[in-house]
């Protein structure tokens, strides 16, 4: 049986961080065109649980293996900047999983990319919110 040491959190708790350390589930509500750069896959998707939506980066093999509607639990994943956006992604450690599909309640706002993240002035280990950017995913309009 696969350990479970880390307790599951909502998508509005997540936080940048240096470390793989969310443990989440939620639904795939869009994706973006896979685009490839030489040998490497990747692709932008939106993602949401009842508290809050993010941009999910799948990679290689996980860009074909999911598709809106599924529902995702990723483990040890990272919520961090890359590309210049804050995007939650498997990193190194982390692993993605379909569990289900299509029945899961969820929110489109806010979107935790598009808050602006600065460092914590009294732990620069940690960010802080500084401002919403967009309350809503720029790159995935919400669903009329």
Not at 17 to 32: C, E, P, R, Y
Not at 62 to 82: K, M, T, V, W, Y
Request: glycine share 4%; proline share 6%.
């Amino acid at each position: 049986m696969a350990e479970e040491s880390q307790a599951m959190i909502s998508l509005k708790d997540i936080v940048p961080a240096a470390q793989n350390n969310v443990n989440t589930m939620f639904i795939l509500l869009d994706k973006s065109r896979i685009k490839t750069d030489g040998q490497n896959k990747s692709c932008l998707t939106l993602v949401a649980d009842q508290t809050a939506a993010v941009h999910l980066q799948l990679w290689g093999d996980q860009c074909d293996a999911f598709e809106p509607g599924d529902i995702l639990r990723l483990q040890n994943g990272i919520f961090s900047h890359q590309r210049n956006k804050w995007v939650l992604r498997t990193g190194k450690r982390g692993m993605i999983e379909k569990v289900g599909e299509f029945t899961m309640a969820f929110v489109e706002t806010p979107n935790m990319s598009e808050i602006k993240w600065i460092p914590d002035p009294n732990n620069s280990k940690k960010y802080v919110q500084e401002s919403v950017i967009s309350p809503h995913s720029r790159i995935f309009p919400p669903i009329p």
